[in-house]
Antibody
Framework: EVQVLESGGGLVQPGGSLRLSCAAS????????MSWVRQAPGKGLEWVSG????????YYADSVRGRFTMSRDNSKNTLYLQMNSLRAEDTAIYYC??????????????WGQGTLVTVSS | SYVLTQPPSVSVAPGQTARITCGGN??????VHWYQQRPGQAPVLVVY???DRPSGIPERFSGSNSDNTATLTISRVEAGDEADYYC??????????FGGGTKLTVL
């Protein structure tokens, strides 16, 4: 059974940093691209970033480019999102999602339950 | 940046057909994917590549895409279909783009 499980969320002050993790199981992690999607309280879905299966190509939304860095460790079946210079508008549930292919650019076929990031003083 | 437009809400009686639209410039040239999100839960893929269904999704869910509008159709609507629905495409300039979401209410 395909599973992705996010962790690392919490309360952080504006300007602070946080690293999210996503542990994958039930599929050959190194063969699939992955994405992060967030959802602010009471709002819709917003794509944040994507990474190819090998980790050599990354994509970012304009709203986070230069502040967030997405990476993966295929030996640990784990995805990461390093978030720096956090702002109040980054407050959201962050979902990890699997792409059914080697490169980002298709659908998102499996999603985790999300981890909540709150940016507040 | 590429924009997808969905109606904020759609209401339908049980047993009837719900149609949720997703508008975008020449969206017919892109692959459209649809997600269902029940309250307090993660999104679930219900239609991908315009009209394909993942395993486990009922045949009542179908999709179409042409010109400037994609449509998710839910036939024989049930109470359990009440949820938010989002369309999504991949744009070479913007990355993954989601519509604003449509709240489906089953009367």
């Amino acid at each position: 059974e395909v599973q992705v499980l996010e962790s690392g969320g919490g309360l952080v002050q504006p300007g602070g940093s946080l690293r999210l993790s996503c542990a994958a199981s039930g599929f050959t992690f190194s063969s699939y691209a992955m994405s992060w999607v967030r959802q602010a309280p009471g709002k819709g879905l917003e794509w944040v970033s994507g990474i190819s299966a090998s980790g050599d190509i990354t994509y970012y939304a304009d709203s986070v480019r230069g502040r967030f860095t997405m990476s993966r460790d295929n030996s640990k079946n784990t995805l990461y999102l390093q978030m720096n210079s956090l702002r109040a508008e980054d407050t959201a549930i962050y979902y990890c999602a699997k792409v059914p292919g080697y490169i980002v650019g298709a659908t998102l076929d499996y999603w985790g339950q999300g981890t909540l990031v709150t940016v507040s003083s | 940046s590429y924009v997808l437009t969905q109606p904020p809400s759609v209401s339908v009686a049980p047993g009837q057909t719900a149609r949720i639209t997703c508008g975008g410039n020449n969206i017919g040239s892109k692959s459209v994917h649809w997600y269902q999100q029940r309250p307090g839960q993660a999104p679930v893929l219900v239609v991908y590549d315009d009209s394909d269904r993942p395993s486990g999704i009922p045949e009542r869910f179908s999709g179409s895409n042409s010109d400037n509008t994609a449509t998710l159709t839910i036939s024989r609507v049930e109470a359990g279909d009440e949820a938010d629905y989002y369309c999504q495409v991949w744009d070479s300039s913007s990355g993954a783009v989601f519509g604003g979401g449509t709240k489906l209410t089953v009367l």
